[in-house]
């Protein structure tokens, strides 16, 4: 079956500090891979996407490279902020038919001044 | 845009009650909506799925005849926990799916959730 491996938290780095999630994935195929982020007391939002091997998705200085070889998609910022403080989860969708989404457990990122 | 309303974000209800949460879609036509159920510091588990007009399908071990899930028009599904016990307690998160959102009909765009507190 389809499954998402993130590296657990949480994540805590100091702002400007350089981030890396690990997200790796098992599934048939070539699944669409997606980051989304969680803040306190709310729901899910997308940050980004990628659809096919070595697209990479980009949105507000976050990055992740779809890796087929490596089965990854590891999400990156340069220099984050206080505010990027919240719960990533990566999931994947498989490439037939269905909307479903399968999740990770989730990373929770913890950005101090 | 891709707008997804919850209502209530929040409820708390005395056992044995019934609940209704609704999800819209604000700006496209949901044509697939989802219900997740989240517990603290958990990622999220799909409880069902539903297409409009049509039955929910739920994952197994969700209970159909405790959570129902209406999903009648392009823009509206509900959720509504019967005889709510305090394990019910949880936060319950739609998502939806479909033609004209921003990154196309295959991405879920998320609800803000509703957090249900059962007494």
């Known amino acids: 079956g389809n499954s998402v491996t993130q590296m657990e938290g949480p994540v805590t780095l100091s702002e400007e500090a350089f981030l890396t999630i690990n997200c790796t994935y098992t599934a048939t195929g070539y699944p669409s891979l997606f980051w989304y982020v969680q803040y306190p007391g709310e729901g899910l939002q997308l940050l980004l996407k990628a659809t096919k091997a070595d697209d990479k998705g980009s949105n507000k200085g976050f990055e992740a490279t779809y890796r087929k070889e490596t089965t990854s998609f590891h999400l990156e910022k340069g220099s984050v902020q206080v505010s990027d403080s919240a719960v990533y989860f990566c999931a994947l969708r498989p490439l037939s038919g269905y909307s479903t989404l399968t999740f990770g457990k989730g990373t929770m990122l913890l950005v101090s001044p | 845009g891709a707008v997804v309303s919850q209502h209530p974000s929040w409820v708390i209800c005395k056992s044995g009650t019934s609940v209704k949460i609704e999800c819209r879609s604000l700006d496209f036509q949901a044509t697939t909506m989802f219900w997740y159920r989240q517990f603290p510091k958990q990622s999220l588990m799909l409880m069902a799925t539903s297409n409009e007009g049509s039955k929910a399908t739920y994952e197994q071990g969700v209970e159909k005849d405790k959570f129902l899930i209406n999903h009648a028009s392009l823009t509206l599904s509900t959720l509504t926990v019967t005889s709510a016990h305090p394990e019910d307690s949880s936060f319950y998160i739609c998502?939806?799916?479909?033609?004209?959102?921003?990154?196309?009909?295959?991405?879920?765009?998320f609800g803000p959730g509703t957090r249900l507190t059962v007494l």
């Open positions: 998502s939806a799916s479909g033609p004209g959102s921003d990154s196309g009909p295959d991405t879920q765009y």
